[in-house]
């Protein structure tokens, strides 16, 4: 060795001629369940060697001028030791080193690098890094991305630094790349995608029906239309159903995991690992015939509120026979042990529910029934009551009159002292209002489905502790002379003694079915995974991974796309498990498209949000800029806190990349994201007034802060308490199957001898219930690798060091927001509202979580 080699070698190499790499990915393993086709052959074809190689570009000199302006690119280098390195049993993480010609004088510094991998099979890349790069020191490539073998490719795999630039400012050498890497992604929007296409592309939801199998399988087209429209799903090319050109064919049941996304939007290792056992519950549904016919063939009720519990405390034993046994004989007794919690005799159980982990019965009381309005799963809905008697806005050419019937002298004497108009004028009145949403479907769904029930009105006060007290429970069905004469509707007010108390009692579960369905079609899957899936593709479709707002929205887009393709193919199909268990049944996605008439992105923020339902009022002297006329809101007082710790986040970041508005309107890829987003992904809407322009750094700091709110907390609030409370479906029926016992009849007489049975022949369907607690499980859990907020995979997921302390400062707020729910959930003589009569303290909006079924923690993304 020279004494100059000597030099370099003690001092990083200054004025040498190559660069050191180390690479860190997963390679594919013959034992992954997720990658059936693998096999041992790959690593007898390592011995082949120079399997994988990198190429790095420049970042700072072009090539030569007759090859255009893009960056100079080294002589590839190869992976070196891979047979070192023996996959093994359960996938893990490989370090790799390559050693790359580089010399700085001639290639200046590294900005991108090209991977080609020659392999039969694909792996994970997580990173790169350059080490001692003269003149510059380390540069870390963040890449978490599958790579394919290289013929699968029409282009170049290309990954670069993590430095993040506004397309004005990228270097010169990696514009072009930057530019063909987006038109890669966006493809030709023509033929069936493949699981190496890396194509981002929209399609209307016309997958959700089965017309081949059946004209009662079809559904309406969502989306594309005024009558039905909807925000875009991910495209997947599939073939249209030989009955309906329109609509796009199914994959089998069995084949579910295989629908498309583009791969590195699909589960990573861990998350596919962890949702493979638990989605092995939604099997049920496939055995959905086998059950149903095992419990027509023995019927089967629960006769006592004892028998539920015996789900969660003893196991529920399914009717004996020969069916029973043939049906536990077709699934793996480890299966039976590990995702129904079966012994393999008929016996499924599940974990207690938090509802009833304390107190079996505070359910039932009317404090906890108005508390879970501002707590529970679905705290969104509750709106201030501004005018009596609550008036309908459906058309009354229609559907005729159908203003509520609820009467002063119905609830003037629970007001403590006050007439109604004192009241509403002191902001004491509420209502959950569900009758709008579901009368124009009532008449369809009462006389061509298996449901029985109503269109309800909830009225509340607020009293002086703070809880909400009903005060009265209109339920309404169509006129039986046509939608044109109106409703027919009758008022239940709260009673605690005799028959009176049993119907007071199935008056609030008819209310709690329209809550149910509401939540789980609007709540949660319309306002948070449908609306969110535009945003992820325009997003990758339109801004680079160099742009500054591709990576602030990135982790909040992980697992979507895969978690809502999932969801076509298995829950709101056709017979999905939605229309089984829910009581809108097969009108189920058709409601939720009315619904989203009335979407309006800009309300989605907490503060627009809390003051359209009237329950806070501006107020620019209050922390937030405004005031909650519930001051025991737990949703909206924690919700508050973490949307604020999101804005002052998003704030710091955008105005370190964008100094001023005329920045924001010279974003070449912003605009086209923007406009794409409004256009495209929420296409139905874009003619809407409400977008916001994209003109100036406030906008953008709005629009970014509301898409991360809906990705994040929005969606733990409304689904990680599923379980939690609707676990134990007497709490939170979702069916009815009954109407209101009457005078003079049977079930009448039966609610005077034995009310809990009536209650549950009415709204707790024991093969329902299996199949619908078996999902709720399922959705209410988080995976092992989850992030949470304020949390990302990779310390280096940028280079800027501004947004890297702005991030740790919204951290630590993340984490005294937690101190404080802690601090209130303590506190049961002030805030009567975060725990309840059934002890179950808020903390749904909690910012982190253990694995598991925790009833916490807020997830990044929509994972699941």
């Known amino acids: 060795m020279s004494l100059g080699e000597i030099v370099d070698a003690i001092i990083g190499n200054t004025d040498g001629k190559n660069v050191k790499g180390r690479i860190i990915l997963m390679k594919k393993n013959f034992l992954d369940f997720t990658d059936i086709n693998a096999s041992v052959g790959d690593e007898v074809v390592d011995f082949l060697g120079e399997k994988v190689s990198i190429q790095l570009i420049s970042g700072s000199i072009h090539d030569d001028p007759e090859n255009g302006v893009e960056g100079k690119r080294s002589n590839p280098a190869y992976l070196e030791d891979w047979l070192t390195h023996i996959t093994p049993i359960i996938a893990g993480e490989s370090t790799f080193s ?472 298995l829950l709101i199909n056709s017979d999905g498990v939605i229309e089984l268990t829910f009581f809108p049944s097969k009108y189920s996605m058709e409601m939720s498209a009315v619904v989203y008439k009335d979407w309006i992105f800009p309300e989605q923020a907490v503060p627009a949000d809390l003051i359209k339902r009237g329950v806070a009022v501006e107020d620019l002297n209050s922390p937030h800029g405004i005031h909650l006329l519930i001051q025991d809101y737990p949703y909206a007082v924690d919700g508050l806190k973490v949307w604020s710790a999101i804005k002052s986040w998003v704030t710091e970041y955008c105005n370190f990349y964008y100094k001023s508005d005329d920045a924001v309107q010279k974003d070449s890829e912003l605009q086209a994201w923007w406009k794409e987003l409004r256009e495209e992904g929420h296409g139905d809407k874009k003619d809407e007034p409400w977008w916001p322009k994209m003109q100036t750094r406030q906008e953008l700091i709005e629009s970014c802060t509301i898409t991360i709110w809906i990705a994040s907390a929005l969606h733990a609030a409304v689904n990680f308490g599923q379980y939690p409370y609707a676990g134990y479906l007497v709490n939170r029926p979702s069916l009815s199957r009954m109407f209101m016992p009457e005078p003079g009849s049977p079930e009448y007489e039966e609610l005077k001898t034995n009310p809990d049975k009536v209650f549950l022949k009415t709204t707790v369907p024991p093969l329902q219930t299996l199949l619908e607690i078996s999902v709720l499980e399922v959705l209410s859990t988080h995976a092992s690798d989850t992030l949470y907020l304020g949390q990302r995979d990779s310390p280096e997921w940028t280079k800027d060091q501004e947004p890297i302390l702005a991030f740790e400062r919204v951290g630590k707020k993340l984490s005294d927001i937690e101190d404080q729910i802690m601090q209130m959930n303590s506190d049961h003589q002030k805030w009567k509202n975060r725990s309840g009569p059934a002890k179950v303290p808020y903390t749904l909006l909690f910012p982190t979580s253990e694995e598991g079924l925790t009833g916490k923690g807020i997830p990044n993304s929509i994972n699941i």
Not at 152 to 177: C, G, V, W
Not at 209 to 220: Q, W
Not at 279 to 302: H, I, R, Y
Not at 356 to 361: A, L, N
């Open 98 to 569: 390559v050693t790359l010609d580089w010399d700085h004088k001639e290639f200046g510094v590294p900005g991108a690098f090209i991977i080609n991998n020659f392999h039969l099979n694909e792996f994970f890349l997580k990173s790169l890094t350059l080490e001692d790069v003269p003149n510059h020191g380390k540069i870390h490539f963040v890449c978490n991305s599958w790579v394919y073998p290289s013929f699968r490719y029409k282009s170049d795999r290309i990954f670069f630094a993590n430095q993040a630039y506004l397309p004005s400012e990228t270097p010169e050498p990696l514009r072009k790349y930057r530019e063909n890497e987006l038109v890669t992604l966006r493809g030709d929007g023509t033929g069936k995608l493949e699981e190496w296409d890396r194509v981002y592309d929209y399609a209307y939801y016309n997958d959700l029906g089965d017309p081949d199998k059946g004209e009662e399988y079809a559904r309406p087209i969502l989306g594309g239309s005024s009558e039905y429209p909807y925000p875009r799903r991910g495209r997947t090319g599939r073939e249209p159903t030989k009955t309906d050109p329109n609509s796009e064919s199914r994959i089998p049941l069995l084949m579910s995991l295989d629908i498309y996304v583009p791969r590195d939007e699909r589960f990573g290792h861990l998350k596919m690992s962890d949702f493979l056992t638990f989605s092995l519950k939604f099997t049920l549904q496939s055995l959905f015939p086998a059950f149903k016919a095992l419990f027509d063939n023995t019927p089967n009720e629960f006769d006592s509120f004892e028998d539920v519990l015996e789900l969660y405390e003893g196991g529920i034993k399914l009717p004996q026979g020969p069916l029973l046994k043939a049906l536990i004989d077709s699934i793996p007794l480890e299966i039976l042990k590990d995702v129904f919690h079966s012994d393999g005799e008929g016996l499924f159980k599940f974990p207690t529910p938090q509802v009833i982990q304390e107190d079996k019965t505070a359910w039932r009381t009317d404090e906890e029934f108005g508390r879970e309005m501002l707590a529970g799963i679905n705290p969104v809905l509750i709106s201030r009551l501004q005018e009596f008697p609550p008036k309908s806005n459906l058309d009354p050419n229609i559907y005729g009159n159908q203003n509520s019937t609820i009467t002063r002298e119905q609830i003037e004497d629970k007001l403590d002292g006050l007439t109604v108009d004192e009241a509403i004028k002191a902001n004491m009145l509420f209502i959950l209002n569900h009758h709008d949403i579901v009368m124009p479907y009532l008449r369809r769904i009462n006389t061509t489905t298996n449901t029985k029930t109503y269109a309800s009105r909830t009225l509340l006060f607020l009293q002086d502790n703070g809880t909400l007290k009903p005060l009265a429970i209109e339920l309404s069905l169509p006129h039986p002379d046509g939608d044109q004469f109106g409703t027919v509707s009758k008022v239940y007010t709260p009673s605690d003694q005799g028959v009176e108390s049993s119907i007071w009692q199935l008056a609030k579960a008819y209310a709690v079915v329209n809550d149910s369905g509401i939540h789980e079609l609007v709540s949660h899957w319309l306002n948070t995974h449908a609306v969110i899936e535009p945003f992820v593709i325009a997003t990758n479709r339109q801004l680079s991974v160099l742009h500054p707002i591709h990576k602030l929205l990135l982790p909040h887009f992980r697992d979507t796309m895969n978690i809502n393709a999932l969801a076509r193919q």
